[in-house]
């Protein structure tokens, strides 16, 4: 092997290291993980409630716990789809691209450990793409709802 080939060789593997590390950062910067002192379903009814009083509503939820059932998998988990009309028209007016992201998704699960957990990506992380200061306030916003939230149903 020549010294070019070597430096090309090193040099890919750098770039790739960088990238991989990129995406590690990306997905600890972004995702929350709260861990609940409640049983799932009182964690799920607690959720529902808050969101109600947080002024926003629950627009759809995936069961994906029952449909991990088809396959053998016993577990519990719904993701939810969460979030307030008013606010979205407020982003969706920007980029309506922004619907591959909200409403929001909090995914309540139990883990391995047989704790309850209440996890989402953080609003200004993943809206962040769009390079719109205005979306980027929106989303700043939401992740002090979901910020404030999750600790109180946690609780």
């Known amino acids: 092997m020549n010294q070019s080939s070597f430096l090309r060789g090193v040099t890919l593997l750098a770039a790739l290291f960088a990238a991989f590390a990129a995406t590690t950062a990306f997905a600890q910067e972004a995702r929350v993980s709260v861990p609940s002192s409640k049983s799932f379903d009182q964690t799920v009814e607690a959720f529902k409630m808050a969101v109600s009083k947080g002024g926003m509503m629950v627009m759809s939820t995936v069961d994906q716990g029952n449909m991990m059932k088809m396959t053998g998998l016993d577990m519990k988990g719904t993701l939810f789809l969460v979030g307030n009309p008013n606010g979205g028209k407020q982003v969706f007016e920007k980029d309506p691209a922004a619907g591959l992201y909200l409403p929001l998704r909090v995914y309540i699960y139990l883990g391995s450990n047989s704790k309850t957990y209440l996890s989402y990506d953080k609003p200004s992380v993943v809206l962040k793409p769009f390079n719109n200061s205005s979306i980027d306030q929106t989303a700043g ?9 999750t600790p109180m149903v946690a609780q």
């Open 141 to 149: 916003m939401l992740d002090q709802k979901l910020d404030m939230l």
